[in-house]
């Protein structure tokens, strides 16, 4: 088989270190304290952690979609204010998103590379890897994969097609991205059942007219079909319902069948680049276990927020890098009052997300109860009612990204 080839080109799996446990989430409270925590939210380098996560995880997770950067050499910036025009990117509150810019080609194909290898590692027998791309590295990403996985445990490339402005005029519109398929194995999880779809109504139609459409042969129409590999889903638009404001964010629709055709409820699906968190969202709501990564806070504090709508317990665990970074203080800005089981927060800053633990221990944080600033309209309710203990602790996230801690 050809091999891709490129300057300094060595696999070198990083030493793994412990992934901390920050906090334990039990959105609205469900499932505190007792309940198993089976999901996991790590921030951290997506290299440290899946070369951590080997230890307990090397050939037992069922699915891993990746989205990683497509090496188009842009940063990208998340919207951060509420209430703004849409049509006046102009007049957007944003901060920093994510970066997807490199030296060279070399250097962009040697962090797929050695991504790509882990993520084979931390498959199980039956798992199947969906890597997401567009032109700029997808044929690339090809070679690497037929190297890692066998050229023969090629599934399928699907095209995800779908609409919007463009700013080309010297060639055709470019509105599709690539997604790889490879399986670990020959005995792979693939449930066409979960994925059918209704037949067009011209083929219905055809059959029901003609005794010699499909030369005799009479597909099993209410059953519908098992899509085609190019598939239409609208993108996240700046009015569309599932939008978060966080760059590059995947429809809903499309991880539900990525998710329902390759793995069973109670299966552990993996997104080591959540960004928003599309892959954990979708896996929660149909039952599968989760672990899910990202080295940016707005990714990680994105997913969060989608989570505690969505999900049972989880964790946040951090690296060691992550959890430098991350630590906050009190601060004046932000005060806390409580009265009647009721605790009222107290800032001119902009408050984006704060959480109560009840019965603070010093070291996990155990989140009881949360307030989250909706994506649209609304303001973030500054009252949380709930007990509390001898000690609690509350914390708190400013629209900027600052954390501030208080104790109650």
């Keep these: 088989m050809p091999e891709l080839i490129w300057q300094g080109k060595q696999l070198a799996t990083p030493e793994p270190e412990s992934l901390v446990t920050d906090s334990i989430i039990y959105p609205g409270g469900n499932g505190y304290p007792t309940a198993k925590v089976e999901n996991r939210l790590i921030w951290g380098d997506n290299l440290t952690v899946m070369s951590s996560l080997l230890s307990d995880c090397e050939g037992k997770i069922n699915l891993i979609y990746a989205d990683p950067p497509f090496f188009t050499n842009k940063k990208f910036q998340t919207r951060i204010g509420r209430g703004e025009d849409s049509r006046k990117p102009q007049d957007w509150k944003l901060a920093e998103g994510y970066h997807d810019s490199w030296k060279n080609l070399d250097s962009y194909l040697d962090f797929l590379y050695q991504r790509l290898f882990l993520m084979h590692r931390l498959l199980a027998p039956k798992g199947t890897l969906y890597l997401h791309l567009d032109w700029h590295a997808d044929s690339y990403a090809r070679l690497l994969l037929d190297e890692i996985f066998g050229a023969g445990q090629f599934l399928n490339e699907i095209i995800w097609t779908y609409h919007g402005p463009s700013p080309i005029k010297r060639a055709f519109n470019r509105k599709h ?23 067009n109504q011209n083929t219905v139609n055809t059959f029901r007219l003609s005794r010699k459409a499909g030369f005799g042969k009479v597909p099993n129409l209410a059953r519908g079909k098992v899509p085609e590999d190019w598939w239409y889903f609208p993108v996240v638009a ?5 939008r978060t404001g966080y760059p590059t964010q995947k429809p809903e629709a499309l991880l539900e069948r990525v998710i329902l055709a390759s ?6 699906v993996a997104d080591f680049f959540c960004g928003s968190g599309t892959t954990s969202v979708v896996a929660a709501r149909h039952g599968r276990k989760f672990i899910t990564c990202d080295e940016s806070f707005r990714a990680v504090h994105a997913a969060r927020k989608r989570l505690i709508a969505i999900a049972g317990p989880f964790s946040l665990d951090k690296t060691n890098q992550a959890k430098r970074q991350s630590e906050g203080s009190a601060t004046s800005e932000v005060k806390v009052k409580l009265q009647n089981d009721t605790l009222r927060l107290e800032t001119r800053s902009n408050v984006d997300y704060w959480e109560v633990d009840p019965n603070w221990s010093g070291s996990v944080f155990k989140s009881v109860k949360q307030a989250v600033l909706p994506n649209r309209g609304a303001e973030i309710s500054k009252e949380i009612k709930i007990k509390l203990g001898r000690k609690a602790c509350v914390r708190v996230v ?7 801690q208080l104790n109650v």
């Design 177 to 199: 991205d690539t997604i790889l398929s490879y399986v670990k194995g020959g005995d792979y999880t693939f449930n066409a059942d979960a994925v059918r779809e209704p037949y």
């Design 238 to 242: 700046r009015l569309h319902n599932e």
């Design 263 to 268: 793995s069973n409820p109670g299966d552990i």
């Design 398 to 404: 400013s629209v900027t990204g600052k954390l501030i």
